[in-house]
């Protein structure tokens, strides 16, 4: 027998199925999940049912209600008057009817509020207003995979409150980040505040300056659906690979883990590499190495023995034998250098950060983990006190696979340089650097 487990989410075989009926009278059998031992409950008639004798349920007729006959009209008036102090302490707060900003979190709430002025209302709605049903698949894979979302229990405030403000205005802006995950949070926010897109644009800025924040109002667009459909189809993706894998992990491994549609691809790739380095059959073979030290010269060279006889060595020296025999007969050879080689290395400086770079520095010269390492980034693209009592962005977006650098940040870093270490030390031009990835988001 079957039942549907919440912890695992989704139907399991239950073990130790027990036969009942419930307070109401309705037959049940209640047993643990095979696989994490969760209490299971199922509802409907079993073979198991048959013999056992039903409760009887004694229906208890409700009280009739009575109604209070005030005796003069004076304490009806109070009554009255409560309830209509009730009624208008429910109504929604007046909205300012300033344009609406809405950006994702309160610190870059406030950088930008501080930019904008008194003119605009500027609001945070903190990450995701709206996700996939987390008790189930949510996913209708017989029917284009459509998704079903829905609005999270901890963010109806704060949809609620969007809508509000959004009703009395003319103008929305959707300033959310400038990726994928960015431009579908817009579009989230438009469905579940039921926003009018015909008084809705789309702000992006790819750093938090004024300059950038102005130049990014004065070029607004409309939503790009294709960036929300790309987000959509990677959200359908995690869900369908983790309800498929995750339940192997709670099996095998550990309970409430996660499998990634990524992780799981990449821990295949890791085992079938790890299999063919078990498969694989060393084969012996030796190279000869020697320190040259020339005549009147206090510089020492290595050299590797690569060809013996005009022939390349591969893996002819293949037993110790050989290779002793071989630098012995060397070492009574004499040796000159037949040719120099002088060239000049011109070492430039490394491009701009992107999100694997970033990572992988803070992990190589701090130690820092991902997740510290990108939420320290943030904060710093959101903004930081410097001291003068404001918060200033000091990067730019810090999710991309981009090496574009802002030219304000550009002429700013070439005027410090100018007056810190003179002009030699800075270039004519800047460098430009090219972004490798084809499909890559700009920052």
């Known amino acids: 027998m079957e039942a549907y487990c919440l912890k695992c989410k989704e139907k399991r075989e239950m073990t130790n199925p027990l036969a009942g009926f419930n307070a109401r009278g309705a037959a049940v059998t209640t047993g643990t999940c095979s696989v994490c031992g969760t209490k299971l409950y199922r509802i409907g008639s079993t073979p198991a049912h048959d013999g056992l004798e039903k409760p009887v349920v004694v229906k208890t007729e409700p009280k009739p209600k009575t109604k209070k006959v005030s005796e003069t009209k004076k304490p009806a008036a109070k009554k009255s008057q409560k309830i209509s102090t009730k009624k208008a302490a429910s109504k929604p707060s007046r909205v300012s009817g300033k344009p609406l900003v809405i950006v994702e979190s309160p610190a870059k709430a406030r950088t930008i509020g501080r930019f904008l002025g008194k003119e605009y209302d500027v609001v945070a709605s903190v990450g995701h207003v709206r996700d996939l049903l987390k008790s189930q698949l949510s996913v209708d894979v017989d029917n284009g995979f459509e998704p079903k979302y829905r609005v999270p229990n901890e963010k109806k405030e704060v949809v609620k409150k969007i809508k509000s403000l959004a009703d009395g205005t003319k103008k929305v802006f959707l300033a ?7 431009e579908a949070i817009a579009w989230h926010l438009m469905e579940s505040a039921e926003i009018d897109p015909a008084k809705t644009e789309r702000v992006v800025f790819h750093e938090i300056t004024k300059t950038a924040i102005s130049e990014a109002f004065e070029k607004t667009r409309d939503l790009d659906m294709d960036l929300v459909d790309a987000q959509q189809a990677r ?47 060393p084969v012996e073979y030796w190279s000869i190495h020697a320190l040259f030290n020339p005549d009147g010269s206090d510089k020492q060279y290595r050299a590797k023995l690569v060809k ?51 990572q992988q520095e803070a992990s190589r010269r701090l130690g820092f983990l991902t997740k510290k390492t990108m939420s320290i980034a943030q904060q710093l693209y959101e903004g930081l006190d410097l001291g003068n009592g404001e918060e ?10 981009s090496v574009q650098v802002s030219n304000e940040s550009v002429k700013e870093a070439r005027a410090y340089v100018r007056e810190r270490y003179g002009e030699s030390f800075l270039p004519e031009k800047q460098p430009q650097y090219r972004t490798r990835a084809v499909s890559a988001q700009e920052a």
């Open 176 to 182: 959310t980040d400038p990726d994928r995950e960015g």
């Open 392 to 401: 200033t962005g000091l990067i730019t977006y810090m999710r991309t696979d």
């Open 235 to 281: 959200r359908i993706l995690d869900r369908l690979v983790g309800y498929s894998v995750s339940p192997i992990l709670w099996a095998k491994v550990k309970g409430k883990l996660s499998a990634g549609r990524v992780q799981s691809v990449a821990l295949r790739l890791v085992v079938e590499r790890e299999r063919e380095i078990d498969a694989f059959e």
């Open 308 to 358: 013996l006889n005009g022939k390349n060595l591969d893996m002819d020296l293949n037993n110790d034998k050989l290779a002793l025999d071989m630098a012995g007969q060397m070492k009574k050879a004499a040796y000159k250098i037949g040719d120099i080689n002088v060239s000049t290395k011109l070492i430039r400086p490394g491009a701009p950060f992107i999100t694997s770079t970033l």
